[in-house]
């Protein structure tokens, strides 16, 4: 499994775009991007995951760079319901490996 | 989308003694997880569910101390044996309703176990 690396905390405003990076440089040319997050008291939900190509959906979007060793996830205006603690988990499979990830603050 | 039902969502045990937690799914699912998150802590995952045959665990994680069983494609229990305080955590199932990359893990509410 790609070892990760994310910012442990980030602040944001309240309407503006969130920006969370994630660097996983030995990741797998198998190895889908995914992005989960965990809001206080509840189990992890699903946001959006890729494998080069940059995704969109209703939630986030997922910005991988070419070399695929680094990705962005972008949560376009941040509310307040979003701040949780968002995972990056490079995965072959289901089986999903949590790193640390980073705590999200969405500010008022 | 998939519906992760976990029972108890919150127990208080004594040490020695052993909890059964139940996960129960609304749709057919192909693969079934147990996670341990500690307080403060990251998910750790402790076993794929495997059904009709033995779990498959990860390192540091024993059968004897964590038997799980997974008699469908649609429920799974999780047992912590002999619980020590060390075994307070919250307990997580995840399930999967498809193979391969290409699909999304689904996470129940949580356990939540204080052994005291």
């Known amino acids: 499994d790609a070892k990760t690396t994310q910012p442990p905390s980030m602040d944001c405003a309240e309407g503006r775009a969130a920006n969370l990076p994630c660097n996983h440089s030995t990741i797998s040319g198998n190895e889908y991007v995914y992005w989960y997050r965990q809001i206080h008291s509840q189990g992890p939900q699903y946001i959006i995951h890729g494998l080069k190509n940059n995704e969109t959906n209703e939630m986030a979007s997922l910005i991988i760079t070419e070399d695929r060793k680094s990705s962005t996830l972008i949560l376009p205006h941040a509310t307040l319901r979003d701040t949780a603690v968002y995972y990056c988990?490079?995965?072959?499979?289901?089986?999903?490996?949590f790193g640390q990830g980073t705590r999200l603050t969405i500010n008022p | 989308s998939a519906v992760i039902s976990q029972k108890p969502s919150r127990d208080i045990c004594q040490r020695g003694t052993s909890l059964t937690i139940q996960c129960q799914v609304d749709?057919?699912?192909?693969?079934m997880f147990w996670y341990r998150q500690q307080p403060g802590q990251s998910l750790t995952l402790i076993a794929t569910a495997n059904q009709g045959s033995e779990a498959t665990y990860e390192s540091g994680f024993v059968i004897d101390k964590f038997p799980i069983s997974r008699p469908n494609l649609t429920f799974s229990t999780l047992t912590v044996s002999n619980m020590s305080p060390e075994d307070s955590s919250i307990y997580l199932c995840?399930?999967?309703?498809?193979?391969?990359?290409?699909?999304?893990?689904?996470f129940g509410q949580g356990t939540r176990l204080t052994v005291v």
């Open positions: 988990i490079p995965s072959t499979a289901q089986k999903l490996v």
């Open positions: 749709s057919q699912v192909t693969m």
């Open positions: 995840s399930a999967c309703a498809g193979w391969g990359m290409n699909t999304e893990a689904f």
